[in-house]
């Protein structure tokens, strides 16, 4: 298992923190904007309106905790708008996405998806994962240009299920037909608001705040683990 491999290129603790915060404030809107508009017949912008308010909620709470060394870019695809998050000290980009627990992937794939994801395989190698890792069997090719993380962007998911708020936090492969890993996020979060968390500085005390990983053969919705490509049982 390469778990405290892919630990590098996942959330800290309290930035993980932050951004599940704004995707509650973003139902709590959301749940406001369906009682003040609960006479509609056919309301078909309830999806739309979830996203854009757990987007912006979240963009949000990164704005009030500068320390936690994120910023974010508002990007367009084609005719859907979206939300990239990036932390440029360790150099990792991070989508906010909707995603059913009940969902292994999205319903189709996506050219911002493809080309976020590109460089997952070979920044993991450059982290420290052997070439011939049985966590990995899929063909890739190194970029053509220098190597080392400065030049190979990570790129994270943060998939919450739009109907209950729980959230996994995962990586796709560079063909988008599989996950590296994908992992029950939900409650491994700092237990105090986010008012009230300790300013800390997150690259000198990542080392105390490490996420565990639960290791299981049984895979439900309520306890989905790390999902690796070696795992017989995924």
């Known amino acids: 298992m390469s778990t405290d491999i892919y630990q590098k290129c996942m959330l800290l603790l309290e930035q993980r923190t932050v951004i599940r915060e704004g995707i509650r404030k ?27 308010l757990v987007n912006t909620e979240v963009t949000k709470s990164i704005e009030n905790n500068p ?21 440029k000290l360790r150099n990792i980009s991070i989508l906010v996405l909707p995603l059913a627990t009940k969902k292994d992937m999205f319903d189709s794939a996506s050219t911002y998806r493809k080309n976020f994801s590109v460089s997952n395989i070979p920044r993991l190698i450059e982290e420290g994962l052997p070439e011939d890792s049985p966590d990995i069997d899929i063909q890739y090719q190194r970029a053509m240009h ?36 994908l992992e029950n996020t939900t409650s491994m979060v700092l237990d105090d608001i986010v008012d009230n968390v300790r ?36």
């Open 26 to 52: 973003g139902f709590k809107r959301h749940q406001l904007y369906l009682e003040l508009f609960s006479d509609i017949v056919t309301d078909t912008s309830i999806p739309k309106n979830r996203y854009d």
């Open 67 to 87: 320390h936690l060394q994120i910023e974010f870019e508002k990007k367009k695809s084609g005719f859907h708008p979206y939300i990239v998050l990036r932390e």
């Open 146 to 181: 220098p190597l080392g993380t400065d030049n190979y962007p990570f790129g994270l998911i943060v998939a919450y299920d739009p109907y209950d708020g729980s959230i996994r936090e995962g990586a796709l492969m560079p063909d988008h037909t599989d996950w590296i890993f």
């Open 199 to 234: 300013t800390i500085n997150v690259y000198e005390d990542s080392e105390d705040i490490k996420i565990s990983f639960k290791e299981t053969a049984h895979q439900t919705d309520e306890d989905i683990p790390l999902k690796l490509k070696s795992d017989p049982s995924v």
